[in-house]
């Protein structure tokens, strides 16, 4: 009885043993934390304000490597990035894993809401181009103008225009006033939101010129009131609207923005593909020619006509 029991507590000792060990197995050392870190702040550049910490080992789907996540901490916003760490130690991976099932174009898109927006061209139109817009940045007034001249003659009634509001208001002080003015406009009138548009953007300067913040605002409200009278709106809500700046569409629009990892602008989606900046015209004739196809749309024609084998002709 006495030689049974002495030899089921030493079982229970060799099983616990046994089951301390392989948890131990499944922690990182310190070192090998510490090495982690250094490695991933130095690659991604984190400053040192953000604190680094690395969780446990997680079994993976590849041989010979197992799963440990960073958190990246800031304080209020936290992020986790999964790594593969080699088995022995001494190799990390950073991977990424595709959804094949998810177009992630279609993705985008369903993040971004067109309704109620002006829209210019073909409203049933198959491309859609968005563009989150600064009515005081001068590139986005140089995508305007590309936009207006180029693309909506190009592809006529083929694709369809609507801005959403991105303004920089760190470093363009009226830019946030002149969107909440535009869409006071938009309320009543797609075409006065245009007019306003169109007027702004090729007037940056003369807004701008050295004037007091609180001038270009009234400056900005003349010209509002000015299209309001130009397309026949209701003036005493366009009036009450421009007093309120409610900047609720707005604030909608740059958070829309920020989760679709817009930081600068101009940034466009066509059809849900994200285009950084300004972009020579033939590099933007042909991401809105690969949205057309894939969409079953003929490519390069207006009216009936082949635009290639125009300029072939003009060529000749």
Request: proline share 4%; glycine share 6%; with cysteine.
């Amino acid at each position: 009885m006495h030689n049974s029991i002495l030899q089921l507590t030493k079982r229970f000792f060799a099983l616990l043993l046994f089951l301390c060990l392989g948890c131990a197995a499944q922690s990182t050392p310190a070192d090998v934390n510490r090495r982690i870190e250094r490695q991933v702040r130095a690659y991604y550049n984190v400053p040192m304000d953000i604190k680094l910490s690395v969780g446990p080992r997680k079994p993976s789907e590849f041989p010979n490597y197992d799963i440990v996540v960073v958190t990246f901490d800031a304080g209020q916003h936290k992020q986790d990035r999964e790594f593969l760490l080699s088995k022995d130690g001494r190799t990390l991976i950073r991977m990424t894993t595709f959804d094949l099932s998810k177009d992630p174009y279609a993705k985008n898109m369903e993040k971004i809401d067109v309704s109620g927006r002006p829209v210019r061209g073909n409203k049933a139109a198959s491309v859609t181009i968005v563009n989150y817009d600064d009515f005081q940045c001068p590139y986005c007034a140089r995508m305007h103008e590309t936009l207006t001249n180029d693309i909506l003659k190009t592809y006529g009634d083929r694709v369809k225009i609507v801005y959403k509001d991105f303004p920089l208001s760190e470093i363009h002080q009226w830019a946030e006033h002149a969107a909440n003015d535009a869409n006071c406009l938009a309320a009543q009138s797609n075409d006065a939101y245009w007019g306003f548009a169109d007027f702004v953007h090729a007037n940056q300067k003369t807004i701008t010129e050295p004037r007091s913040l609180e001038v270009q605002r009234q400056l900005l409200d003349r010209i509002t009131l000015e299209q309001g009278k130009k397309f026949n709106l209701q003036s005493a809500p366009l009036e009450a609207c421009i007093k309120e700046q409610s900047g609720k569409a707005l604030r909608a629009s740059v958070l829309e923005a920020s989760s679709l990892g817009v930081d600068a602008t101009p940034t466009l989606f066509v059809n849900g593909f994200k285009v950084d900046g300004i972009l020579p015209s033939a590099e933007l004739h042909a991401i809105i020619d690969q949205a057309l196809h894939d969409a079953g749309q003929n490519v390069g024609l207006v009216g009936g006509a082949d635009l290639n084998s125009k300029s072939a002709a003009a060529a000749h």
